[in-house]
């Protein structure tokens, strides 16, 4: 059977206006992880594993609220306080797996589709460095869908999710909490966009996108994607302290740390209806 588990090479570009200007940009591999194929993926691929250390991995424990649960479970749990039909969809989640037992994620995304392909729903997991986390849970409204664009793998014309939700986590020192946040999403196919923007009293002062081209997901491409990409989970985190030294010395102001409750999720524009 084939799987419709994948991989994508791309980059990730940050940028900072207000109050002063800031950019970071570095390259990027995640896979998209049908969730319920993790499992036999790991014993299909000799180069990935769940929950061992292998050159790269999925813990589930690195995403959801930390628990035993296995996070397929978690994650129809969150749909149905969302209104969704959660049992009838199929669940992929876009991260960075762990390099050499080592994993962080800023940012990993749950696509929850249909069994025609169209997208029911988005779960933004964000990651902070404190070892928190926080998911925004939110269903894809009609009105969302601004466009669409031909793709070559789905064979379809695959839409343009645009959503909007108020900053309820605490993620960076650099970042206040009375800001909003801006979605702008091309689910994956042979290309994966994501973008946010961040607004405080009506102002952009952040941007941040990650785009990527699919491969498959085989032991040839994992080895290709980790050459190009040594170490790449460490290299983040690094990158991440790194900017936070030069913001630090361009007079970026500090906001106090608001601790959050671990693995907390909230529904951004519930559908209202019972599953």
Known sequence: MTSSSCLYTGQVVHRRFLPRAHRLRYRVF???LDLSEVESLSKKLTFFSRNRFNLTSFHDSDHGDGSDLPLLKQARALLRQAGCQADQLVIKLLCMPRILGYGFNPLSVYFCSRQDGSLEAIIYEVHNTFGERHSYVMPVQKRTVQGAVQDPVQGAASDIVEQHCAKGFYVSPFLGMDM????RVRPPAAQVEISIHGKENDKTIIA??????????TDGF????FASHPLLTMKVIAGIHWHALRMVLKGFRFHARQQAAHG??????SRGIQP
């Not at 907390?264 to 524009?269: D, K, L, P, S, T």
């Open 180 to 183: 909003s946040y801006g979605f």
């Open 264 to 269: 907390a999720a909230e529904v951004v524009n």
């Open 222 to 225: 994992l080895l290709k994607a």
């Open 208 to 217: 941040a996108s990650l785009s990527g081209a699919r491969h498959e997901l």
């Open 30 to 32: 995640w896979i998209l």
